[in-house]
């Protein structure tokens, strides 16, 4: 999907379902890891207080007290992911994709069909923009998880 279609609906269903099938999006790296690939966490505001880096603010919060949900990636201004251009988003979800985060092919595609399914407008609820992009009328509810990374999932923090 070019970025120009990507609308703020679709890009918002794309991390709704992000949540909603609790998908690590780490895969076999750790936050930090993943986030360096695309960031410069040392060049990021930390907290403010105690951290002066994202990397030092991250570590703390994702990997010593394990204290953020996986979602909190999706609202942190810092990276983008939710906010006016789709580029932060779509490099986060070919990463996401990557062999050296996602190294179970079947995994690959379960995840990729998913995000492709998500990202396209159901007849029923599409409608034409002056732009000539198609959105839909109605989003899904925004959806929280419990704190935590309790509940089930496929992948390990190993």
């Not at 490099?91 to 396209?120: C, I, K, W, Y």
């Not at 034409?128 to 929280?144: E, F, I, K, W, Y």
Request: proline fraction near 6%.
């Amino acid at each position: 999907m070019a970025p120009q279609q990507l609308t703020v609906v679709t890009r918002q269903r794309l991390l709704d379902l992000l949540v909603v099938e609790k998908v690590w999006w780490w895969g076999a790296l750790d936050e930090v890891r993943f986030l360096e690939r695309l960031y410069d966490l040392d060049a990021l505001a930390g907290d403010g207080f105690r951290r002066l880096t994202a990397r030092e603010d991250i570590a703390q919060h994702c990997l010593n007290n394990d204290d953020w949900p996986p979602e909190w990636v999706f609202t942190d201004e810092r990276f983008g992911l939710n906010g006016d251009s789709p580029q932060p988003l779509l490099r986060f979800l070919a990463e996401m994709l990557h062999p050296v985060v996602r190294r179970d092919p079947t995994e690959v595609q379960r995840l990729a069909g998913s995000l492709t399914t998500s990202s396209r407008p159901t007849a029923s609820s599409s409608t034409s923009t002056s732009a000539g992009c198609r959105s839909t009328q109605a989003g899904p509810a925004r959806l929280s998880m419990a704190p935590g990374r309790t509940g089930s999932s496929n992948h390990d923090r190993s």
